[in-house]
Structures are given as C-alpha cells and as structure tokens.
C-alpha cells in the first residue's frame, strides 16, 4: 500500500492517471491480470513481485511483448528488467552486525528463502558473521516454503514448528532474524507460549518495519524499508522507461536502516554489548 501512494504521488504531480489493482492474495488473479497488460488500454505498470517461477514467466512474456513495466521488490537474475529494490543484504548485514556486537554467536534465520529479496537478507547476516571470524551455522536457517506450501497461504503453523524445533535443540540459538515482521509477529505468539521473554531469553528481529512493529510488546528491532521511496523511484523509472524504450536497462537500489527497539539484548550470561 505504502509503495502504491509513493507512486501515485509522482503520478499526479506529473498529471499521470494511475489504476491500481488488488489481487487481495488471489495469485492466480494477479498472474491473469499481468497476462492482459499489453492488451488494456494502460500505457505501463509498476509491478508488485509475486516471487514464483509463473509470476517470473509472465514478467518475462511482459519484455517480450515490448510493454513497458517497473519491478518492484524483485531483482531478477535471469531477466534484463527495470526494477526497484531495497539493499536487502545491506539489511541483513547491519542485523548481522547488530547481534554479533551484543554477543550473539547462534543466530536463526527464518523465512522464505524462495524469494530472491529474503536470500539476499540472509547472505548479509551470513557475511557479517564471517566477517567477524565466527562459524556459521547452516542448521539454524529454516526455509518457510516447504514442498507443495502455497506463498499466500497462513504459515502461521510452520513458524511456530520452526521455533519450537530450533529452541529444542541441545544448543539453541539466543537470537532469531526473521524475514519479515509478519514472521516475527508470529514467533512472538510462540515464544510467549514457550514462557520465553523477549529479549531476556531470546533476542528478536524483524525486516520491513510496518507499522505494527513498533506496537508489538517489547518493540521490534527491524529493518526499514522505503516503501514510499520505492513507489516514487518506481514511477519514475517506468516514465523514464516509457519516453525512452531503447535506453540501457535501470535496476535501482535503495537504502534500508537498522531500527533498535527493545527486542534485542545481550544473550543469556552475557555481560554485555561487545566494542564496536
């Protein structure tokens, strides 16, 4: 939504008329609606991604078909489109950074490593810890999407299999880095089941920073996005686009920000922040 009045706001100031469409989680309604775009009467779009190979096939039949389109939220490696995204695994690296310096050593990840943006959140987290010269652990990431899940559907269930499963471990880790904070809502559910306190016994982070982060008791420590900042830049690479169809392709990359709330703390026994 917040991507969506970013570009609507470029769009009026520039006298553009915008139509906004809303799948309401129908993908097989978003999917047919991409199909028909080069037959409505819409000069372009600013794409939302859907992270999925059909979504990526008809993207792909979308530059064939030579109509101009942004998109948003996906980098595509494959396909020489115009896109908008954030620095997703500058993002994953500044949370990185922020756990190793309280102290944690065993840090979780948890998410959906099927789209190419929680990837590269979780190669950000994994370089920040090398960096630092400490091991990472790969049986401490949890992919979401588990053979034959449906992207929209509740997770609910599995992230709270996946929390318990990684608690329940000999040596659990002290921090959790989920891929959203749809996620880590969620967990937070779990983990007061668990009679586990937030960030006593186990520190919390998020990525998006909706709005809701901030209400959660204790407050998530997360990564803002520019969603706004995404729906300008995206209408604004789509004219661009538009004016000039044979000029090289842009891939845009914005920056993301690191918020500290108090879900995050040293671990269990520690004695506190480390230098730096």
Known sequence: ???????????????IQVQLYDAHGDIEFDLAMLRQLPASPAGGAVIMALHNVAFNEAVYQLKVQGFP??????????????????DDRAGGYQVGQHLLQLGHRR??????????????RLEGLRDAVGDAGVPFDRSLVVDLLVAG??????????????????LARPVPPTAFFFSCDAVARSAYRTLAQLGRRIPEDVSIVGFDDDP????????????RQPF?????????????????????VERQV???????????????????????
Not at 71 to 84: A, F, K, N, Y
Not at 107 to 120: E, Q, S
């Open 1 to 15: 939504l917040q991507v969506a009045r970013g570009a609507q706001a470029l769009a009026q100031q520039r006298g």
């Open 69 to 86: 389109f942004v998109l948003v939220d996906q980098r595509l490696r494959d396909i020489e489109v115009p896109s908008v995204t954030n």
């Open 107 to 120: 840090i979780a990840f948890v998410g959906d490593l099927d789209a190419t943006t929680v990837r590269d």
């Open 149 to 166: 899940a449906a992207r929209l559907a509740d997770w609910s269930p599995r992230i709270d299999e996946a929390v318990r499963d990684l």
């Open 212 to 223: 809701l982060a901030e209400w959660l008791i204790p407050p998530l420590t997360t990564v």
């Open 228 to 248: 706004a900042e995404m729906g300008r830049v995206a209408m604004e690479t789509l004219c661009a686009h538009i004016g000039n169809p044979h000029a090289p």
């Open 254 to 276: 914005l920056p993301v920000t690191l918020i500290q709330r108090a879900s995050t703390a040293a671990p269990p026994g520690h004695a506190g922040r480390l230098p730096g």
